[in-house]
C-alpha cells in the first residue's frame, strides 16, 4: 500500500503564491505517474497537472502558466508550484499515483490513480 502525504496547503490572498509538496511513505515516487488534483466544495475532483515516468508534464489547459508540477528525484517528492492564486483555486488538493500509464485522455481523470492522499486545503480570498 503507497501512502501518500501532501503538505503546504494554506490560506493567502489573491495573488499569493503557494508550493504544494507530496510524499510517500516507504515507496519512492520514481516508480510512478503522478499527478496533482483538486476538489472544490460542492464539485467533482479535477485534474490539475500530471508528471510521468520520463518527466513528461500535462497540465489541465485552463491552469497552463499558473501551476507548474516537479519532481525532485533526489528527495523523492512531488512539488506544485501555484502562482497568481484566485479566489477559485480554493480546494482541497491531493495528489495521486499509479504505476500504469494512461492514454491521453485519461490523464488527468481521477479514475486513472490507484493511490491518493488525503489532501491539503488551499483557500484563497479576494
Known amino acids: 500500500q503507497v501512502q501518500l502525504v501532501e503538505s503546504g496547503g494554506g490560506s493567502v490572498q489573491a495573488g499569493g503564491s503557494l508550493r504544494l509538496s507530496c510524499s510517500a511513505s516507504?515507496?519512492?515516487?520514481?516508480?510512478?505517474?503522478m499527478a496533482w488534483f483538486r476538489q472544490a466544495p460542492g464539485k467533482g475532483r479535477e485534474g490539475v497537472a500530471r508528471?510521468?515516468?520520463?518527466?513528461?508534464?500535462y497540465y489541465a489547459d485552463s491552469l497552463k502558466g499558473r501551476f507548474t508540477i516537479s519532481k525532485d528525484f533526489a528527495e523523492d517528492t512531488l512539488y506544485l508550484e501555484m502562482n497568481n492564486l484566485v479566489p477559485e483555486d480554493t480546494a482541497v488538493y491531493f495528489c495521486?499515483?499509479?504505476?500504469?500509464?494512461?492514454?491521453?485522455?485519461?490523464?488527468?481523470?481521477?479514475?486513472?490513480?490507484?493511490?491518493w492522499g488525503q489532501g491539503t486545503q488551499v483557500t484563497v480570498s479576494a
Open positions: 516507504r515507496h519512492t515516487l520514481n516508480n510512478f505517474f
Open positions: 495521486a499515483a499509479d504505476p500504469r500509464p494512461a492514454s491521453v485522455p485519461e490523464r488527468l481523470r481521477p479514475g486513472s490513480y490507484q493511490y
Open positions: 508528471i510521468d515516468l520520463a518527466g513528461r508534464i
